[in-house]
């Protein structure tokens, strides 16, 4: 029997606004199984709490309620619910990826060294870093010109093959997406799925 990477037991999520008084329910009751070399979709409306389970998962949110259980590299199983922040970074730094909607990104930094960093977090040179960036643009359609510029200004598509990049660059144990091909025209959505 294979032993999942990710289980996730009654997950949950809810948001308190004090001034209102008012609990938002986002996630409810979530239960899911990930399995290493398998691509697992979470599918639903608009507001149905998807991008919260992320979050979860990620810790950008501290879940309400619930299990997240994650087999690490050597083998220890880690509750993301309650882990403390130190292992949260060391886990976001060296095997969990989050590749969001929305790009974030320093003005003044080439698009090279924005896909390069998380292989420098990781110790890679700075040179090897930014040829392994380079392949991964190359893989993702986009163009060599942009790729000395901040991403600042590029179009959502663009942001989101850089996004994808630096997702995809450091190949994480375990890679979260978000709406991951929402701008990407049909031929770049099917590499990024190969990929
Ligand atoms: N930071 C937040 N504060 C308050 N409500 C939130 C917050 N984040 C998400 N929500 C609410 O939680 C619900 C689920 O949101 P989300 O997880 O983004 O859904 P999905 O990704 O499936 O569209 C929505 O009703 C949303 O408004
Ligand atoms: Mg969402």
Redesign the pocket.
Known sequence: MKTPILKIEGFG?H?T?HEQNKR????HNVNLEVYAGELTA?I????????????GIYRT?LPSAGKILYRDKNGVEVDLAQADEYRMLQLRHEEIGFVTQFLFCLPRQSTLDVVAHPLVVRGMSREAARTKAAEMLTALNLPERLWSISPATFSGGEKQRVNLARGLVARPRLLLL??PTASLDPVTAERVIAL
Do not use: H, N, R
């Open positions: 999520k948001f606004l938002i329910p986002s996630s979470l639903g409306p608009t507001g149905a709490g998807k991008s919260s389970v992320l979050k949110y978000d709406e």
